[in-house]
């Protein structure tokens, strides 16, 4: 339901607040057309998503006259064909396994929580997990994944704190293919600001892993927090370049006017979307819907 994007509805109101009043025939007018336009910038579509939805809305012939109600059925049915094509769960599929999932991002992003929410989702369809700590620059992120971990029951492979992340992934691959595991969740530094150190690094983790499986890592996903509104996409950017992104989760959804932000990544990168986070416990990732989203967004 709707009530479960929570915070997500803040975007609405931006949004809808900034289209509320546009009324008239069977057509919108380019004065309104730019009001939409920019009441779609400014709840962080971007310029490029709100050009394309300005042009869609500029062919649509509005039988029933244009009012609030109406116009917001149109905007909502633009955001969806952009948001469509990008919806993709994450599936375990490998053989052999395990199915290898890197996952990066910056720090704060919610990247742990976010590697316990896809573990626990994988496990509740039957799948055995195991987990990899190879953010082994901070302590506080080898702890932490632990805690969740020891919470929900699956194995974790952990390094020395400073150690060398790769022979950790390896350690963890070797150790899921002698246990059958299904998934194997592998942390990863989110050191930005070191973007030469972190590249290598990653680098590294793709060679190892490539040298005992070559379809490993099967899947790169990155974790974005959505209330840095723009800031996320120069991050897809950067990490596409350091690490070859195949999806994105998008999290912190429930806090934020800034929802608007996942039709941008949508537009501009077309990389499939796998989930949304929205809070902080285990149950809290959700399923990409496109046309809830974008129902919730308009
Ligand atoms: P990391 O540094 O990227 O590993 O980030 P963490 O997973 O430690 O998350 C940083 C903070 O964001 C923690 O307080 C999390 O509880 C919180 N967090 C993560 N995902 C979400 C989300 O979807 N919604 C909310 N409200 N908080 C989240």
């Known amino acids: 339901s709707e009530r479960v994007l929570g915070g997500l509805a803040r975007t609405t109101e931006k949004l809808s607040g900034n289209l509320t009043g546009i009324v008239g025939g069977a057509r919108l007018s380019p004065e309104q057309l730019d009001v939409i336009e920019d009441a779609l910038i400014l709840s962080d579509l971007g310029p490029r998503a709100a050009a394309r939805i ?16 109406s116009i917001k059925a149109a905007v909502a049915e633009e955001i969806a064909a952009i948001l469509r094509p990008v919806a993709k769960p994450l599936e375990v599929t490998a053989f052999p396994r395990p199915h290898v999932v890197l996952v990066i991002g910056v720090n704060g992003s919610g990247k742990t ?11 509740e369809e039957d799948y055995a997990v195991m987990l990899a700590a190879g953010d082994t620059f901070r302590a506080a992120a ?3 994944l632990g805690v969740w971990a020891d919470r929900l029951g699956v194995p974790i492979v952990k390094g020395p704190e400073g150690g060398d ?9 070797k150790a899921a293919t002698d246990r059958g595991t299904d998934a ?3 942390d990863t530094a989110g050191r930005l600001q070191n973007k030469r150190e972190l590249m290598d690094e990653l680098a590294k983790i793709r060679r190892v892993l490539g040298r005992l499986n070559p379809e490993a890592p099967h899947d790169v996903v990155l974790v974005l927090d959505a209330t840095n509104g723009q800031n996320a996409l120069s991050q897809i950017e950067v990490f596409k370049e350091v690490a070859g992104v195949t999806g994105l ?3 912190k959804l429930d806090g934020t006017a800034r929802g608007g932000v ?12 796998h989930a949304i986070g929205v809070g902080e416990t285990i149950d809290d990732l959700r399923p990409f819907d496109p046309d809830l989203v974008a129902r919730v967004i308009a």
């Open 142 to 144: 080898i702890g932490q």
């Open 54 to 69: 300005r042009d869609r809305l500029a062919e649509v012939r509005f039988d029933a006259g244009i009012n609030d109600v």
């Open 249 to 251: 989760v998008m999290t």
């Open 262 to 273: 996942l039709v941008a990544a949508a537009e501009q990168y077309g990389l499939p979307i």
């Open 184 to 186: 194997l969740i592998v």
């Open 165 to 173: 992340p790769a022979s950790v992934v390896f350690d963890a691959v």
């Open 113 to 123: 929580t976010t590697i316990a929410k896809l573990a626990h989702l994988f496990q």
